[in-house]
C-alpha cells in the first residue's frame, strides 16, 4: 500500500464490545472496504473491563479507540424516560436491550464527526432487531453517515470467524462457547437461543445470572420503600440515590428475590417470531411500583389514555424509533402526566413475586370519606339514581327500540328490496 493511498482511506466508527464479532469487523472493515477503523466501547452496566477492550482492538487492528461509561447518562435520558412511561413491550418486556441502542449510536455518531469518519459499523446481523435501532437511530441523528453492518455482509459462520481471527493475530478466548447469546445493561439481562429456540421447552435454571430461582429465594419476604417525585424515584429505604444506584441496588435485592424473570414469546421487527428470556429486577419493581403510584393519583380516563400511549411508547422503543417526532411527542403527553406522581410505595419481593404492599400520595385522589362503608362517610347515594338515569339513557333507549325489547316487534326496515 503506497503512502497516498493510505493517507486518502476512509474512516469508519466501529460499535465495539471486545467479542468475537467486532473484533473480527476491524480486520474485515480494513480489507473488504478499505477503511481504517476507529472503536467506541460504550459502558451501559454490562461486564465490561474498558482498558482490556481498548487493548484489544489496538491489538486487532484498531487506528484508535474510545471508551465511555454512560451508565449514568443511560439511566437518567433512556431509561428514566421509559419507566415514566411503564414501557412494556407486548406487556411484558421492558425493553432494556432496545433502549441502549439509540445511546451508543449517539457515542458513535459523536466519534464519527470528531474523527470525520463516513461510516459507522456495528455487529448486529440480519434477523435481529438491534440492527433496525443502530441503522436507524445513526441515520435520524445523521444523515450523511453511512452505515456498514459487516456480519449482514459476511457469510461466515462461528468456525470461520474463529479461523479468520486467528489468521489476523486476534486472540479467542479459549473458555467453550456457551449455547446462549446474552446482551446485558443496567436495566437488564436477556438470553436468547440454544434450548430457549423451543418455546415447549421451560427454560433451564442455567440461563439465569442475575435472579435466584424463587424455589430458593429467601423465606423471608423483603420490603422496598421506594420514593417518587414527579415521576421520578428518588429515594430507595429513606435514602436518596442517583438513579443509576437506585437500580444497580434494586437489581441486587430483587434479584436476590428471584424477581424479574420473563419468558417471552416475542414479535420481532423484522417478522420473526422469537423466544426471549430476560431478567429484569429492578425493572419488574419499578415500573410495577410507579404504576401502583398513578393508580392512586391520576383520573380513570387519563389512567386509561395513558395505558395506549404506553403500549405505542414501547413499541417505538424496541422499532428503534426513539429519535423520531413521534417520541417527542409523546414525552410531551407523558411529561405533562407526571407532574403529580409523587409520593411512596412500599414493595413486597417474596419468592419471584414484587406485590404493592403499600402505598401514599400527597395527591391521592383517594378520599377515605368517599371510599369508606363504615362511619365518616361523604358521599351522597341519593345523587347516585339520577346519574345512573342520566348515564344509562343511550343504552336504555336503544334496548327500548330494538328487536329484543319485549313485546315488540322488530321495526320493518325501511330499505328498498330488490324483488324478483
Ligand atoms: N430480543 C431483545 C430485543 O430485541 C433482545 C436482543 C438481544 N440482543 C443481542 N444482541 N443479544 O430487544
Redesign the pocket.
Known sequence: MNEALAVARQKVVLAYSGGLDTSVAIPWLRETKNLDVVTVTVDVGQPVDLDGVRAKAAESGAVASYVADARREFAEEFVLPALRANALYEGV?P????LARPLIARHLVAAARREHAAYVAHG?TGK???QVRFDLSTTSLAPELGVIAPAREWKMNRDEEVAYAAAHGIPVAATRASPY???ENLWGR?I?CGILEDPAVEPPEEVYAWTRSPLEAPETPAYVRLEFEAGNPVALDGVRLPFVDLIARLNRVAGEHGVGRIDHL?S?VVGIK?R?VYECPAATVLVKAHQGLEALILPRDVLEFKRSVELRYASLI?DGLWFSPLKAALDAFVTSTQERISGEVSMKLYKGSAQIAGRRSPYSLYQAGLATYSSGDRFRPEMAEGFIYVWGLPARTWAAIGPDAAGAEAPKPRVARPHH
Open positions: 418486556y425493553v432494556s436491550t432496545a448486529c435481529g432487531n438491534d447469546s446474552t446482551d436477556s436468547e416475542e420481532r422469537s426471549e424496541y
